[in-house]
Each structure stands twice: as C-alpha cells, then as structure tokens.
C-alpha cells in the first residue's frame, strides 16, 4: 500500500503473446546471405504460392561444381513426377519453404543453400538421402509448375484457380448457386458432360452436389472459373451424378455464375433472409448494423395458399416508404433483424414465423393470431446517427439525453434488451468524453451513474439477477469479491478518515490496531473473510457518504440479491439504505417487509421439503414432505413495473420479481452466515455424509 500522497500505479492487464507457429520458429533460424535466388526463366501472371496452398514443383540438386546430386527429372535419373506439397504443412526444407512463395507459375529458379538452410539445419523435418553431402553448399533448381488452394486438410479437394472472381464473398449454407459444371477423371474421359441451356442450380448444405465439389465451391467468388480436383472419398452421391467407381480422382470444372445470398436468422431454419436483387456497396461494412433512420419499401403477405397481401407501402401508404429508426421496436424484431443486413438498393424475401413477426407486436386486423409472415422489403437508404466526434461537451450531452429518453421509454414498454442496448450505447460513447472543468464534470458523473443504474434495472427484470449486482457494485465502486486496486485508491482518497476506517478494521478484526498499521492490517494481518468484510464496509460509508445518490444502488443491488437468495446481502443493503438517504426511508422500509415475507415463504418450503426427515429411526427412510400441489404458494402483491432513473427523479416504484428464490438447503436456513462464510473459504458446498 502506497504512503500518503503517493499516487496509486495503474495496473495494465499483460496480453498474451500468441504462441509462434512451427514454421514462424524455423523462419526465424534464417540468416542474410544464407539463401540466394537467380531467376533462370520468368513466370506468368501476379499470383504467387502461399501458406497452405498446394505447390507442384521439379527439382534438381547440384554442388557448386555442378555435379547432379539428384533430381526429379527423368533426364538426371529421377522418376520424372513433380512433388507436391503444402506450404506450411508439409515437411520440406528451410530453403523451399522459404524461396517458394516468392515463385510465379511456370518460373525456373536457381537458389543457393548453406548447408543450414537445406539437411544440416539443427531438427531438421526431412531425413537427407544416403551419401548425401548436406554440410556443403548447394545449388537446387526449382520449376514451379502449378500451385493451387487446398480446401481440405488431407489433400482430398484442391482448387486451382483458372479465372479470379470478383468481391470477396463466397457461398455458403444455405446459399443458394448457379454454376456451370463439367467433370471427367485424370485420364481425360468425361464423366458430366458441359449443359447446355440453363446452369446448374443448387443449394449448399443440401447434398445437391457431391461433398467436395461443394468445399470447392465454397471457396469460389463470383465469376470465378476454376478446377476442383475431388478424391473418391469426397465422391458422394448426389441427384447431380452418381457414385463414380474406379477412380481415385475427378477433376470438376467449374464456374461460379451467381449465388444468391439466403441467411438463416436463427439457425434453426425459422426465420430466413432471402436476397432477391444485390445492393450497393459492400457486405456488412455499408450495412445499417448500428442504430440507424432507415427507409424501406414493403409488402407483408401471409404464407398461406393464396399468399394474402395484408400491406403494400407503394399502394397503402400513398407510394410513401416506411421509415422507422432502428433498436426502438418500432418494426416486429423479425423485420428489423433482417433489415440491418441489408445493403442500399438490396431487395429481399423474408420468411418470419409468428414469434418474430406479429405475436409479440401489434398485429394489423387482417393479420390472424399465429400467423407466418412472408416480407418482400426493399431498403432505399439508411441516414447514420451523428458522429459525437467534435462536438462540445453540452453537445455531446443533449445527444446523450435523447438516447436515454429513448431507453427509458422502451423501458417503461418492457422492451427491456432494446432499452439496455440505449443505456449501454452512451456508456460506450462517454468512454471518449473528457469534461473540461468540475461543473462538466459533476454533470457528466451524475448521468453515467443514472446509466448505469438504469443498466442495473434492465438486468433485474430480464432475470440476470447476478449482472445487475456486477453493475451495482461497479457503480458503488466495490465488489463483493473484493479488488485490490480498487481499495487501494479507494483507501488513498479516505486517508484523512482513518479513524473511522480504524474503526471498522477492528470491528472486522476483532482486535485493537493502531491506525498507522491499518493498512497492512488490512491487506497482511486480516484474513480472507476479515478484509472483504473491512472493504465493504468502509466503502460504503465513504462513497455513499460523498454521494447519498448510491442508495438508488443499494436498492437494486439489494432487489438483485433477493432474487438470487442472498437474503443477508439484500438486509445489509436495505438498512443501508435507511443510513445514508433518509428520503429513501419508505422504499427501503417496503424492501425489508418484501424481503422477510420472501425469505418467510423459503423456509416454509424448506420445512415442507424436510419434514419428517429427522422423525424417522435409524435404517427408515424418510420421504421429505412436499406439498400436495407442488411448490408452495408465495404470496402475491400488486406491483408496478419499476421505473428508470431520470435526472430530476427519484425511484420509488418496486421492482418485479423476475426470478424464483434458488432452493436453500436445510443447513443455509439454520445458519445463513455459514454459506458465505463457507463460500468465502472457496467451498461452495457443504454436504453431510
């Protein structure tokens, strides 16, 4: 702990450094002057090998004198068969691995080797031949005769591209492709013959087409020609050809015409986005995928055998688009989903059922309850919300008031996930905003702290009981399972209040410390339990009493606790609450009646579960008492829905229960402080055997 006065060191997070590939090591061996190129003969085109594509290449050893060592080439003795291998995978020397790449398609090239750049490099992956001179410097030879994309790992589908495409997206499940096909084997004889009329259509994922002429086309652009080379193992039957026998290898010809971009929304086939007509731009970075004003033609059809129109925005709103602004709800969410993966000009045909369409919004009259919707929507343009860069803190200020009115309605709609994404927007945009003066400052720490309150209450009703006591602690500046950091400034600040901190250190301690050992204490002399039990204290004391607004925390964190079962937590913030705000007297004083009625309901459960458990003698079994209807009736209250903070109001209203009380065994009722202790100690449970 630093003295006083010192300033508290910020503690930066180390990232982890990315472990180096085996070949990154090995790379990492070459020295200058260790490997020299000469080009012999020229290459075609711009396109050069990489890490992971198949290379074919001949090759011809010589010593500097220029005596043949060996060669692939049938004139110097060899078989007269290029090798193949894969960049980065297969086992080759340093030297190709490294002069490789930098080779054109039909290239010759001379390089010459130190012996450590070839057989004598220290683990060496490739054993030399016998009588080999490996500690000699030598001249290898290289003709790149092809390279090509390896699509699988065991070399069983490779694609040599013919023709580039163009953009850069290719298809994939479920997309659906039209494409011109022929096949035959390695001996020439033709298996699929080239159609004639129209291309083949098919779509992925659906077995239309043998398995590795689909890998292959799933790396494809459009337009793009290429060869597919499938081993019989990817060979699968399909309505386009059947199982080819007595071959090991087909060669398909493809080329990829258009493909037609089909989005499974939810993955499970529900909800799915089919792209009728392209847009402008390229996908996703000119999609509206912020929250944006967004202007759309649409015509709403039911999916039944007549296909009902039940609106068309080019008849029923006098040829006027709809436009709406995007994360308000003001579309069913179905639409919106969809509408945010669109581009301008972009036309598509979207299938939606009954939970993302109309159930959960307001349902046209023409429109039956349950019913599947099909959207034919076609985005005109989308404006961008303002860029906050540039502008003056009042600036910056009324725009982050707009987005919070916006929450809070949502809010006060139960559209609760739409209402936190507003909240949490602002806290990501004040991250960049720097007050000039205290006044800026007061007003800025006192709408994030409504913001995050208001983060803290989204999380209560959506049931994520246990991020909003994260939120609530962030806010209060301490967590329950304890920073040191955070203390450590916190005890920097509260240097002029040592005896008060005094105070509690020896309540927690249970012994007398003077005050200039109270800050070892707390971190060397205490244990685990004492010092958390210390922070907490003395935090909320010293931050609540600067600023009596943190109640409003306390009274979440304390409503989050209740939920998940943390009766002696929730007690502790409530009575808390009672300290530092006396305005706050009839909320807390209603959350303490709320929290003993709650805590009354578990144990009666509890003795309802356990009764007669203990009654039995000794080798009888004793079945737990339940209830005859089940679970045990809690008692109901009428509740309002709990209200956001505004900045010249104050939340009174309750909050609802969003989440049963967890089960509470036998020994946490007897002995609730036992659980946390226990807990503490890093024993999460405590069984009885």
Not at 67 to 94: C, H, N, W
Request: aromatic share 8%; proline share 5%; with cysteine.
């Amino acid at each position: 702990m630093a003295a006083e006065g010192d300033t508290a060191q910020e503690y930066v997070p180390k990232k982890k450094n990315k472990e180096p590939t085996e070949t990154e090591k090995r790379r990492k061996k070459i020295v200058p002057g260790s490997l020299m190129k000469a080009e012999i003969r020229p290459g075609g085109g711009d396109a050069r090998p990489s890490d992971g594509d198949q290379v074919m290449y001949h090759c011809t050893v010589r010593t500097l004198a220029g005596v043949v060592v060996e060669s692939t080439r049938s004139e110097y003795g060899g078989k007269g068969t290029a090798i193949r291998q894969v960049l980065g995978k297969s086992k080759m020397l340093l030297g190709l691995l490294e002069g490789l790449p930098t080779m054109l398609k039909g290239e010759v090239a001379m390089f010459k080797m130190k012996p450590q750049m070839h057989y004598s490099e220290v683990d060496c992956p490739v054993s030399p031949p016998s009588s080999f001179p490996k500690d000699d410097e030598l001249h290898f030879e290289i003709e790149m005769i092809d390279f090509s994309k390896v699509v699988s790992d065991d070399l069983g589908v490779i694609k040599k591209v013919i023709d580039d495409g163009q953009g850069w997206e290719s298809p994939r499940e479920p997309y659906e492709v039209k494409a011109w096909i022929s096949a035959k084997t390695g001996d020439d004889k033709v298996i699929l013959p080239p159609k004639h009329g129209e291309p083949y259509f098919f779509t992925i994922g659906k077995s239309e087409v043998p398995k590795g002429l689909e890998m292959g086309i799933g790396t494809m652009t459009r337009e793009e020609k290429a060869v597919i080379y499938v081993t019989n193992q990817y060979l699968t039957e399909s309505p386009l050809m059947s199982v080819v026998e007595g071959f090991e290898e087909v060669q398909f010809e493809v080329e990829l015409i258009h493909f037609t971009q089909v989005r499974d929304m939810l993955g499970d086939g529900r909800l799915i986005k089919r792209r009728l007509r392209d847009g402008k731009g390229e996908f996703p970075m000119d999609c509206p995928l912020q929250d944006s004003l967004l202007h759309v033609h649409y015509k709403g059809m039911l999916l039944n055998e007549e296909k009902t129109v039940f609106i068309d925005t080019r008849i029923d709103n006098d040829g006027q688009p709809l436009e709406f602004s995007s994360g308000e709800g003001l579309v069913p969410e179905g639409f919106e989903m969809c509408v945010r993966l669109m581009l301008p000009g972009e036309v598509a045909l979207v299938t939606c059922p009954p939970d993302y369409a109309y159930d959960k919004f307001t349902r046209p009259t023409n429109v039956p309850e349950g019913a599947h919707i099909e959207w034919e929507i076609e985005l005109l343009g989308f404006e961008m919300p303002k860029d906050w860069t540039g502008l003056d803190f009042q600036s910056v200020m009324d725009e982050a008031e707009k987005i919070r009115t916006t929450g809070n309605r949502l809010f006060k709609e139960g559209k609760f996930e739409l209402a936190k994404a507003k909240y949490e927007k602002v806290l990501r945009e004040f991250n960049h905003v720097n007050p000039q003066d205290d006044e800026e400052g007061k007003v800025f720490l006192n709408t994030r702290n409504l913001l995050n309150l208001n983060v803290a209450a989204c999380h209560l009703k959506l049931g994520e009981c246990r991020k909003s006591i994260e939120t609530c602690n962030k806010f209060i500046g301490f967590g329950t399972t304890g920073n040191t950091l955070g203390i450590q400034l916190l005890y920097n600040m509260a240097w002029s209040k040592l005896r008060m901190a005094a105070h509690f250190v020896q309540k927690a301690a249970g012994q007398f410390l003077a005050p200039h050992l109270l800050l070892t204490a707390c971190f060397g002399w205490l244990s685990t339990s004492s010092k958390r039990a210390c922070h907490r204290m003395i935090c909320d004391v010293l931050v609540l009493e600067a600023n009596p607004a943190h109640a409003k925390a306390l009274y979440r964190r304390g409503m989050a606790y209740m939920e998940v079962g943390d009766f002696e937590e929730a007690r502790s913030d409530f009575e808390m609450m009672l300290k530092v705000d006396k305005s706050s007297e009839l909320d807390a004083t209603a959350a303490l009646k709320k929290l003993k009625q709650k805590q009354q309901d578990v144990e009666k459960k509890a003795r309802r579960q356990f009764k007669g458990l203990f009654d039995k003698k000794p080798g009888e079994i004793a079945d737990a008492g339940t209830d005859e209807r089940g679970e045990v009736q809690s008692t109901t209250e009428n509740q309002k829905n709990g209200d956001v903070e505004d900045s010249n109001g104050t939340d009174t209203d309750d909050v609802e229960d969003v989440a049963d009380a967890p089960r509470e065994g036998l020994f946490s009722l007897l002995w609730p402080t036992g659980r946390r202790l226990f807990s503490a100690l890093g024993l999460q449970r405590c069984t009885i055997l």
